[in-house]
């Protein structure tokens, strides 16, 4: 299987602070892992640098061979625009534009709009019903899928996620879990942070940080 | 998909928008209605500047320089040169003629009145002058309407006007009967009325021209005509046709057409001597030179205003768009976790501005109508022209106002670190 995410020797410090601290670490090509560990251990940092939204303080970041460390500001933005699908806790939706238009705002960024493409989307994460929806007549459970179609749309690479689960009930948590282990299963690579053990354990392989470093590898 | 954006994102902030729109207007209508003013102001204040006197004098041609004692020509009769009354009516048809807004001629004379000796002018009081766009009313009520008379304007034959100090030294009121013998001739002649002018016309009498005439001896003779012009105040080109003797020569044949067709005073005269070869125009500089400076003070004023204007307008549009900006710090953030680039980040922002710098505009000109309107009617006592090229300036001006304005909180806005962003 090909490698889609190298991590080598990658370090973040916040002045003083070491967020993270010589982590390697890498993905194949159709995996799902996910990373966990306690507050503060370093995994969101670790998934803001893989996703371009940080830079790292030293190491390197491969991503489908393409190093990260060292681009530019748009180059990232085009990086996240073009391998990468993020999905974060705490949803992050253009409040008002409907369920359809936030997923046609990557397509915006990406290319170009496309309304059918969209609502396809939409239907593919189960809300064929509730397309023009605003954000706030959504439920969190809702509002979590619709950023999930929003992550799909321009065919990433890699999926990456951020307590995707954090604000949901049992009931919402177990819908999207069904749907990566959908996507798991149609071969797309995901990268889960979580400190749910019921998320966590989902995945083929878990990776657990503590004080920025890699404690220990499950399969 | 950004036009979406543009429009959701105003209709959901209507009220900031509106409070950006607001300051955009008052701006843009002040700016708009200075522009109007300014543009229609030459003509205005050329016609108050015509109420302070003639600008131009026509005098015949002479050898010598002409030299006046007490306010008329010096030398016997004999020795003075005169134009043709007959020929005035010519100023109508230079090509400037519309802009000349009426001509006085004058013949002066030595009388006595009871004994004392006194200046004798003829000259048209309220009179019908033949052009070729038919009959044009001029004189000095309409060309001096600063002269106050006590009593009543002479209407008619055997009827003169009296300086008030001449009066007051001969003990006389309107409608007294005086006789009045210029050596050739005399006659008796009711008094009409006393003129108060505070210059030396106020140790003068005033007749009209045609009696000057009969009793001179001058049938159809004058000495000088005082004409008021509406002029152009004087740029570069004026300027640099002045220092020559003969702009036609001196000037390339395209400046020369261009500096023929604009109304400077140099150029009015210089077509009032093709009119009158025997005569020579002369601007009143006085008049013309004030005329300029005070237009060229007000107009900068007007600049002054404008500028504030549009900075206070800038700065009202920064704070509006900066509360914007720090409101949608978590959408910006978003967008370019998202994968957008500065560049859409700014695309959005800029557009809301002109938009919002495009309805400003439309209204600003609206109410800048309103205030030209207004100020013309307060201060110029007449209506203003309205001049179409104001909308498209007033449009750009609250654009180029709003993008200006939103200049610094968009640049902000695309420097946003989306991961900041998204924590907060």
């Known amino acids: 299987m090909k490698e889609i995410m190298k991590v080598s020797r990658l370090s973040k410090t916040y002045g003083q602070i070491k967020a993270l601290d010589c982590v390697d670490l890498s993905v194949r090509e159709g995996e799902w892992l996910s990373i966990m560990g306690p507050s503060g251990s370093g995994k969101s940092t670790l998934l803001n640098i893989v996703c371009g939204l940080d830079s790292p303080s030293d190491g390197s970041v491969r991503i489908d061979g393409i190093e990260l460390a060292g681009m530019s500001t748009g180059e990232l933005a085009r990086y996240r625009r073009e391998m990468v699908g993020l999905i974060f806790q705490q949803f992050y939706m253009v409040p008002y534009l409907n369920a359809t238009e936030n997923v046609m705002l990557s397509q915006y960024f990406h290319s170009m709009a496309d309304e059918k493409e969209a609502r396809r989307a939409l239907d593919r994460v189960g809300l064929g019903h509730r397309l023009d929806h605003l954000p706030a007549h959504l439920s969190g459970g809702e509002q979590q899928r619709v950023c999930i179609a929003r992550a799909l749309i321009n065919e990433p690479t890699l999926l990456l996620a951020d307590e995707p689960t954090g604000n949901l009930d049992d009931k919402n948590e177990g819908t999207v879990m069904e749907l990566f282990d959908e996507l798991h299963t149609q071969g797309m690579t995901l990268v889960v942070v979580t400190h749910d053990a019921s998320v966590g354990e989902a995945a083929d392989r878990i990776v657990y940080l503590e004080h920025g470093r890699v404690a220990s590898l499950s399969i | ?424």
């Open chain 2, 1 to 424: 998909m950004l036009l979406h954006l543009v429009k959701d994102s105003l209709v959901r902030r209507r009220r900031r928008i509106a409070l950006a729109v607001l300051s955009l207007l008052v701006g843009t209508a002040l700016i708009s209605s200075l522009l109007t003013v300014s543009l229609d102001i030459e003509g205005k204040i050329g016609k108050e500047m015509r109420s302070f006197g003639a600008n131009i004098l026509l005098i015949p041609r002479s050898e010598t320089v002409p030299v006046e004692i007490a306010g008329m020509p010096a030398g016997e009769i004999g020795d003075r040169s005169f134009l043709r009354e007959e020929d005035l009516g010519k100023l109508k048809t230079i090509f400037w003629k519309n802009n000349i807004t009426g001509f006085v001629p004058y013949l002066f004379g030595r009388a006595r009145i009871e004994g004392t000796q006194i200046v004798l002018v003829g000259t048209w009081f309220d009179h019908e002058v033949s052009t070729e766009k038919g009959p044009f009313r001029t004189g000095i009520r309409q060309t001096s309407p600063w002269w106050r008379v006590e009593g009543e304007w002479p209407s008619g034959r055997g009827q003169l006007l009296i300086g008030h100090e001449l009066a007051d030294r001969l003990a006389l009121e309107p409608g007294d009967q005086i006789n009045l013998n210029t050596g050739q001739s005399g006659r008796e002649f009711r008094v009409a009325g006393i003129v108060s002018t505070g210059g030396g016309e106020e140790s003068q009498v005033f007749m009209d021209l045609s009696e000057a005439q009969e009793l001179l001896g001058l049938a159809g003779r004058v000495e000088k005509v005082q004409i008021s012009a509406l002029t152009k105040p004087p740029d570069d080109l004026a300027r640099r046709a002045r220092l020559l003797e003969d702009p036609k020569e001196g000037l390339p044949p395209k400046e020369y057409e261009k500096w023929y067709c604009s109304p400077y005073i140099e150029a009015i005269t210089y077509q009032i001597e093709e009119a009158f070869p025997d005569g020579l125009a002369k601007p009143v500089r006085q008049v013309a030179d004030a005329e300029g400076a005070f237009l060229g003070k007000l107009k900068l004023l007007f600049a002054l205003i404008a500028g504030v204007a549009a900075v206070t307008s800038a700065m009202g549009v920064t704070a509006t768009m900066s509360a914007t900006v720090k409101e949608r710090r978590g959408e910006i953030g978003l967008m370019k976790a998202l994968g957008a680039e500065n560049f859409h980040i700014t695309g959005q922002f800029l557009l809301e501005a002109a938009f919002t710098g495009l309805i400003g505009g439309v209204a600003g000109y609206g109410l800048g109508i309103v205030l030209a309107a207004l100020i013309g009617r307060q201060v110029f006592d007449s209506p203003v022209s309205f001049s179409l090229p104001v909308l498209p300036f007033a449009i750009l001006t609250s654009l180029a106002i709003a993008l200006l304005g939103s200049a610094l909180p968009v640049r902000r806005a695309s420097r946003l670190e989306p991961i900041q962003a998204l924590k907060e």
